[in-house]
């Protein structure tokens, strides 16, 4: 049928629905609405409901109504219901069997979820918080990536810089830290005001600006509001009054801050080329240099009153025998101004910011300069620190490579003068002092740093363990080093390297043995290390449990077996106990294996997988156990994330995302440490309350939030006899460790 046909149906559908609209109104007008008839209503001029005998009218209308459409002005049809479809439906309460089939593919672990034998839910202890809370006594780490200069002396024996979302005031001569705790994030940017002790911290994400003294900790001032991504640079002025704030938007925006008075006075959006520093004239509020890429410029801060404004005064010339590049840092010599750039090179502008002379300092970037009296110090990544008199000859070089280290790995990211001492802040995360006068160094601080390659910083830190017979704790980052500390003196008593199987394979997992002896390594290759911690960590044995990375490894209470898991979706089961790795038995998953649970008399293993299933089997046969044969199990450990001894740490509906990374039993066995986001939370243990609600949730216990924490938590362990708590953070290669107070 052609198109003409298909207009003469719709034009004879249209005039019988005319037709029908007529009767509608030929039937009113006749009289049908007399005494005890039903009341017509009429919407926009049309019947919204009426009642006839005519059977054409019934069809067209289909018990439905018409309306004016108050968008297009048409009539629309609106169907109306059925009476039938009206009728009340019985409710019907879900089965228990309904409710199993809905939990096996939404949750299944909580089909394997039974109380003890005699369990009374709503007791009234479990409905409260823990009575214990934890501080933050101890960071292990110094950030430097993605940040520079953030390294200062606070006196004489108090040193200043960050790791994580922390600000980190660390006594040298006690061996104890004080901490800035006002950030949320991970703070990117630090300045320090030596005449006032002043010190500003920037963050990622939600960039906020805290001012605070760095002799007492106190916050002074929060500042925020304007930056985005990220605060990548702070800079005091001379009074200390102004803070001057560089943000890593699009822009590269620039704000001005009377932190006194907690307001933005002044502000400049630069460009889209990068700005990386900024730095205030000596004894000057007013004016300051940026540099950045392809970017040399001085900005002018005015004052009309009580009116601030920012603009730039003047860029800086290059001439002939410059090179527009990456400018990175920037300093003073005099009157001066000296920047250091990405060439290697050392350039000085007069007081007409002009390109006065060009030294050629290092074989790769200069990355940070300082001033001690009267000489310029700087620092680049080649790994050299340089002194230079005014002449920009050169008085001294102190090479910072370590033996058996990387020249990238020892490259300069921030230099502060105290005096003949140099600090010296190193992109391995290690911190020297100095001495100008001899060229003495003092190893201060070394922590994990991650895999630095060609294009800057990669990997992360999983490895962490406790000693079951000390206070000694060892961790392990993709540096490839394994490192053992004593978290009494919170010194590294022990390093060495654990080089895997090739490029990429790095440690994943630690495990210290429950009598000491043995410290064991998984790796991301599937190879597993043993290392003798009576002959000097030693390795002993290395084994091959599959070709995919091992995700656990767990000893037995009694060191007789270990259980390692792998990404094959197996778990084997080793004999550990004359140190020949022999496999007993092996265990079939369904998923990646994140955790293993030993039983107390080492008879069985509580697993759970990624899929979030929790299954238990008999050792070493590796037979699957119905997991109402183990509800009066007792366990040796508790790290499983799935499980009704945890079901409490998950909020709302558990299977709506994997927001939490670890949760760890107390040896006591009355709570439960666990992560979740930034956040370190802690509740009592078991951590059941009174199981799922009516809606099928299990609601989040009362616990306690401990912040800021890492920016990944990657691993929790309790320490010491309980005393401690011990976490680490994946991308930012920190350790924290947590004191246990009463609360």
């Known amino acids: 049928m052609g198109a003409g046909g298909s207009a003469q149906l719709v034009q004879e559908h249209l005039d019988k629905q005319d037709a029908c609209i007529k009767k509608i109104h030929a039937a009113l007008e006749s009289g049908a609405a007399g005494p005890g008839a039903p009341v017509s209503a009429f919407i926009d001029g049309e019947p919204a409901e009426c009642h006839s005998d005519d059977s054409d009218i019934e069809d067209e209308l289909q018990l439905g109504r018409y309306v004016l459409n108050e968008h297009s002005k048409r009539k629309t049809y609106v169907p109306e219901k059925d009476d039938e479809d009206e009728k009340d439906v019985e409710w019907k309460e879900i089965t228990d069997e309904e409710r199993r089939n809905e939990l096996s593919y939404s949750r299944p672990w909580l089909l394997n979820t039974l109380p003890p034998t005699n369990w009374e839910y709503n007791v009234t202890d479990r409905d409260k918080a823990p009575s214990v809370k934890l501080t933050l006594e101890h960071v292990y780490g110094y950030r430097t990536r993605g940040s520079r200069n953030t390294l200062y002396w606070v006196g004489d024996k108090r040193i200043m810089y960050t790791a994580a979302s922390v600000g980190i005031v660390h006594d040298l001569a006690e061996g104890k830290q004080a901490f800035c705790q006002d950030h949320s994030s991970t703070i990117t940017a630090l300045a320090f005001h030596k005449g006032r002790n002043l010190a500003a911290t920037g963050q990622a994400t939600v960039c906020t600006i805290s001012v605070w003294d760095a002799l007492t900790q106190k916050s002074l001032a929060k500042l925020g509001g304007y930056h985005k991504t990220a605060v990548c640079a702070l800079e005091f002025a001379h009074s200390g009054d102004l803070l001057v704030s560089l943000g890593m938007d699009e822009h590269n925006s620039i704000g001005v801050y009377d932190w006194q008075q907690g307001c933005k006075v002044a502000c400049f959006e630069t460009g889209y080329r990068r700005i990386l520093e900024l730095k205030f004239v000596p004894n000057s509020d007013s004016e300051f240099v940026a540099v950045g890429q392809k970017t040399l410029t001085r900005f002018a801060i005015g004052k009309d009153g009580c009116d601030y404004s920012l603009k730039p005064a003047q860029k800086g010339q290059l001439g002939k025998r410059g090179r527009n590049q990456a400018f990175l840092c920037a300093g003073f010599l005099g009157p001066d ?30 990355t940070s300069m300082t001033q001690h009296g009267d000489l310029l110090v700087t620092g680049g990544m080649d790994g050299w620190v340089n002194v230079w008199d005014a002449k920009f000859t050169r008085v001294s070089s102190i090479s910072m490579c370590s033996k058996g280290s990387r020249v990238r790995a020892s490259g300069v990211r921030a230099l502060d003068c105290r005096g003949d001492q140099l600090l010296v802040g190193c992109m391995d995360s290690s911190i020297t002092s100095v001495d100008l006068t001899d060229k003495s160094k003092c190893a201060l601080a070394r922590y994990h740093c991650g895999e630095i ?30 490192r053992v500390w004593d978290s009494k003196s919170h010194v590294c008593v022990h390093e060495a390297p654990i080089a895997g199987e090739g490029i990429g394979d790095y440690a994943r997992v630690l495990e210290w043995s429950t009598d000491g002896r043995w410290l064991s390594v998984g790796f991301q290759r599937g190879y597993v290390a043993l290392f003798d911690t009576q002959m000097g960590f030693s390795e002993f044995l290395r084994i091959r449990s ?113 927001e939490i990374n670890v949760a760890t ?59 401690h708590v011990l976490t680490i953070g994946g991308a930012d290669n920190t350790i924290f460790q947590w004191k246990v107070d009463e609360a």
């Not at 490895?463 to 392990?476: H, S």
């Not at 089961?573 to 293993?596: F, N």
């Not at 709570?671 to 930034?678: E, M, P, T």
């Not at 890492?710 to 005393?723: A, I, K, L, M, P």
Request: proline content about 5%; some cysteine.
């Open 546 to 658: 599959g070709r995919r990375r091992v995700s656990v490894l767990k000893f037995s209470p009694d060191s007789k077996y270990l259980a390692v898991a792998n990404g094959e979706h197996t778990v084997t089961i080793y004999e550990a106990e004359p140190m020949t790795m022999r496999e007993v038995g092996v265990i079939k998953y369904t998923s990646v294996c994140v955790s293993v649970d030993w039983s107390k008399d080492g008879q069985h293993v509580r697993c759970s997988a990624q899929d979030w299933n929790l299954k238990y089997y008999a050792v070493p046969s590796g037979e699957e156990v119905p997991a109402v044969e183990m509800r009066d199990t007792e366990w040796a450990s508790s790290t499983t994330l799935l499980g009704w001894n945890v079901q409490g740490i998950w909020p709302g509906d558990v299977a709506s995302g994997q």
């Open 665 to 723: 039993r107390s040896h006591n066995g009355r709570w439960l440490a666990s992560d979740a986001v930034s956040e370190l939370r802690l509740f009592r243990y078991p951590c059941v309350g009174s199981g799922l609600d009516a809606t099928g949730q299990l609601p989040r216990r009362p616990q306690r939030v401990h912040e800021p924490s890492q920016t990944n938590t990657t691993g929790v362990r309790w320490h010491s006899g309980d005393t």
């Open 337 to 366: 101004v000296v920047v250091g750039t990405a060439g290697g090179e050392i350039y000085r502008f007069d007081s007409d910011f002009k390109l006065a002379e060009i030294c050629y300092a290092h074989s790769g970037h200069v």
């Open 453 to 482: 390659g060609s294009n800057g910083f990669y990997g992360e830190m999983w490895g962490l363990c406790e000693d079951p017979n000390g206070p000694r704790f060892a961790t392990a980052s993709d540096d490839g080093i394994l």
